[in-house]
């Protein structure tokens, strides 16, 4: 069987007219950024990547060595290359503008280097995503009102998920498409062609710990799925929470199911836990191009024009009538 890699996927999209060669550039230098990640995620406590870094980042979170070796190994990658006019990240307060020396590009490349980071250290499945907007034209060094455009926009998302295997997820607005890596070649490996949400769903994944937080519309929704077969669904659920946004969106994307990590009173100020610009948009891109559903409860998480850079909102997504079913119990109330 013909093997097809990642670069010549990404060739025959620029054939096709659907990327351009700085954005298949960009594509290309994030793949070798998640290889280098997947490297230091694998080699663990051999490499001493393990534990905290003894920083915090912007949003007060205590920062692990694997977060900051993440980031840089995205930063590095991505600066030099010409293709990009600047960048955004979990782990950076403002814009990373390309050092001077450099050549620009017309993209911006905003990212959570390492998702799901509470797990680390127990060697359970992180991962990496990101999300990729056009500069703005107007001249001058792109400001953080460059990026604050809504996920409609977004011109390519992805994630890579450091699990058994790595895997990275990748869609430029023609299907979700996902690759593995050939750990001794070195390359990601064609290997799920236009992956789509499976209507027909049984699992749920929430944090159940906050339901005490939850809104009415949340608590009903869980509560009917818990009610199994003697309840209003006549059918029994079940649950899972890997608590790595990468892992579990990944598994809804290949067997179904609804992720939501709603608004609560635990996180109400915030405006939730998961940050629309580089968690929300790029997984709800990658949800709706595979046929699903992603919402704030009221919203669709695309339609949001975001306010800053480390915005947070609440993220329910998934197979599409779930969704719909319970953004639908929202606005009901
Ligand atoms: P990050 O490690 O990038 O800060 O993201 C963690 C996120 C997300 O991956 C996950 O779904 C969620 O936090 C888990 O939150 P709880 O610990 O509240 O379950
Ligand atoms: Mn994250
Ligand atoms: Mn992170």
């Known amino acids: 069987m013909r093997r097809v890699t990642l670069t010549q996927f990404l060739i025959e999209q620029q054939r096709a007219g659907r990327v351009s060669a700085d954005l298949r550039l960009l594509l290309e230098v994030v793949a070798r950024a998640v290889k280098a990640i997947s490297v230091n995620v694998s080699k663990g406590a051999l490499a001493g990547v393990l534990g905290e870094a003894g920083t915090d980042n912007v949003q007060g979170e205590a920062q692990k060595k694997l977060d900051v070796i993440a980031n840089e190994i995205l930063l590095l990658a991505n600066e030099w290359g ?7 990240s979990e782990e950076v307060e403002t814009v990373h503008q390309i050092p001077f020396d450099y050549p620009k590009g017309g993209y911006l490349l905003l990212f959570d280097p390492l998702d799901g980071s509470s797990n680390i250290d127990v060697n359970i499945s992180v991962g990496t995503i990101f999300s990729v907007l056009r500069n703005p034209p107007g001249g001058g060094d792109p400001t ?6 809504p996920g409609r926009e977004q011109v390519a998302a992805g994630y890579a998920v450091y699990g058994p295997s790595t895997q990275l997820v990748l869609t430029v607005g023609n299907g979700v498409h996902a690759f593995t890596l050939d750990r001794e ?3 990601f490996i064609y290997t799920h062609p236009f992956m789509t949400v499976p209507e027909e769903t049984q699992e749920f994944a929430i944090n159940a710990s906050n339901a005490r937080h939850w809104e009415e519309p949340v608590k009903r929704y869980i509560g009917e799925l818990q009610e199994g077969k003697g309840g209003p669904r006549g059918r029994d ?8 946004m990468v892992a579990d969106v990944h598994r809804v994307l290949t067997r179904g199911g609804i992720f939501m990590y709603p608004i609560d009173e635990k996180c109400r100020a915030q405006g939730g836990k998961l940050r629309l610009m580089y968690e929300a948009n790029p997984m709800a891109m990658l949800i709706e191009q595979a046929g699903g559903a992603a919402t704030t409860g009221r919203e669709h998480i695309l339609d949001i024009i975001p306010s800053k850079l480390h915005q947070r909102i609440p993220v329910i ?4 009538s ?8 929202h606005l009901e109330g």
């Open 322 to 329: 779930e969704v719909d079913r319970v953004t639908g119990y």
């Open 144 to 149: 953080e009102q460059s990026f604050l455009q």
């Open 317 to 320: 997504l998934g197979s599409k």
């Open 185 to 187: 070649m070195g390359s």
């Open 237 to 244: 659920f079940n649950m899972r929470w890997v608590a790595s």
């Open 82 to 88: 010409g293709h990009l006019a600047a960048m955004a």
